[in-house]
């Protein structure tokens, strides 16, 4: 969405000087070429944990070992706000929202979808979605990778996930992609609407008619000893339509755009197919997009600093996986490095329930596109358009090209 100008805030008085650095992580300086380099720098030039007075004022955590802590220490971190700068919010997002123990009530009517062995059933179908999506463009020479791909593999394997009909993958692209990088005010709003109202109409199907979906699973739920409320159903759904389609479109550009100007890391790769399970799990740890942020429930004291309730803490994902504490030379992509770490999906409770489904689907788009396209580059004079965003950094257009034979 369009960036709201927030005028820097003063500085409080718990906020000692020298913790004070003016980092706006909408415009981080030389975003344009890399935003994973441009969050980096803030390892070179910022405190490992500092107050920024941008977007409401907030603290921010750089360092790997920092990040986790907040994802996993929930009683002092919480998710009840999770959002910089903070927005009033009309119904909780769930399970994202609550916290432990509350929060293990929603978590559990949803994970049952999203094991290992539901996504193993899926895999044949992403293959072969992926397989179609590609076969069509190999011959072209050249594509809108987000567009044409990266957009549509993931809400074609999320509406046979959610049991939900193809004739909605439009709809729902676009009112993704309205709420999060539209540049038209109202017209974010009004697909804000928009997407309440499909929520609306699908949760009602379900209840009168439902099956083994993850959607069904949801509106038939108790929790604890009750049947789950209308707030709660709705903040869950919402998320499960919502959460996984801009964070995967964004990871799998940032990763086919390191690909495409890394010609001989692509060889390697259809050199050495064996190799791609532990690069696509590099390949995640040096493209991290999510950011997320905690809210903190006491005056505390971490490492020296002086929090105060209600202080904000932004933990970007990203940079656990470029932490020179964690990962020796982390901005070299190292197909052979061993016990490759990262938070791309984040850690402690909330970690992301989607994270098997997401992999699987990276893991197959690269086998079949390698298969089908296996040497590629930008297309001559494009340059992608990256977006660097609140909750998510992204890849918004990316133009590629290849020799047809
Ligand atoms: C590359 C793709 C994805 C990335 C990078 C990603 C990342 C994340 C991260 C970092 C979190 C934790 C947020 C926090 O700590 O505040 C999260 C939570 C979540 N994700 Fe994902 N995600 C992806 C795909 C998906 C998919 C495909 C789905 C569902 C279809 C999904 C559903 C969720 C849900 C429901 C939560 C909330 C979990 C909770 O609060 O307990 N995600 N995701």
């Known amino acids: 969405m369009q960036k709201t100008i927030y005028e820097p805030v003063p500085v409080p008085s718990h906020v000692p000087p020298e913790l004070v650095f003016d980092f706006d992580f909408f415009t981080p300086p030389d975003a344009a070429d890399d935003i994973q380099l441009a969050w980096k720098k803030l390892h070179e030039v910022a405190p490992d944990i500092f107050w920024t007075p941008r977007n409401g004022g907030h603290w921010v955590a750089t360092r790997g070992e920092d990040i986790r802590e907040v994802q996993t220490n929930y009683r002092r971190y919480s998710q009840r706000v999770m959002t910089i700068p903070a927005a009033a919010q009309t119904f909780r997002i769930l399970p994202a929202n609550a916290d432990p123990p509350e929060h293990e009530d929603y978590r ?229 490095r061993t016990h490759v770490q990262h938070a791309a999906f984040g850690g402690g409770p909330h970690i992301c329930p989607g994270v098997w489904l997401a992999k699987r689907e990276i893991e197959v788009s690269l086998d079949v596109w390698l298969d089908l396209i296996p040497e590629f580059s930008l297309a001559p004079g494009s340059a992608p358009l990256l977006h660097a965003g609140a909750s998510n950094n992204g890849v918004l257009r990316l133009d590629l090209a290849w020799d047809v034979t």
């Open 108 to 336: 559990k009517i949803i994970i049952p979808a999203f094991l290992p062995k539901v996504v193993d059933g899926l895999e044949a179908g992403i293959r072969e979605n992926a397989r179609e999506l590609i076969g069509e463009i190999a011959p072209r020479g050249a594509c809108e990778f987000i567009e044409d791909f990266a957009r549509q593999l993931p809400i074609i394997t999320f509406l046979k996930f959610a049991d939900l009909p193809q004739g909605d993958r439009k709809l729902l692209v676009d009112l993704a992609d309205a709420i999060m990088h539209g540049s038209d005010e109202s017209r974010a709003a009004e697909a804000q609407q928009e997407m309440t109202d499909y929520v609306a109409r699908l949760i009602e199907q379900r209840r009168r008619n439902p099956g083994g979906d993850v959607i069904s699973m949801v509106v038939t739920a108790n929790i604890g000893d009750r049947p789950i409320n209308d707030e709660e159903v709705f903040g869950l759904v919402r998320l499960i339509l919502f959460g996984g389609l801009d964070t995967l479109t964004s990871l799998v550009g940032f990763i086919w755009r390191f690909l495409a100007t890394h010609p001989e890391h692509c060889r390697d790769l259809v050199d050495h197919p064996e190799l791609r399970r532990n690069a696509f799990e590099e390949l995640i740890r040096r493209h991290g997009v999510v950011n997320t942020a905690r809210f903190i429930t006491d005056d505390c004291t971490y490492k020296g600093i002086a929090f105060n309730k209600g202080d904000m803490i932004q933990i970007p994902n990203s940079l656990h996986g470029l932490d020179e504490r964690i990962t020796p030379d982390p901005l070299t992509v190292d197909f052979r």
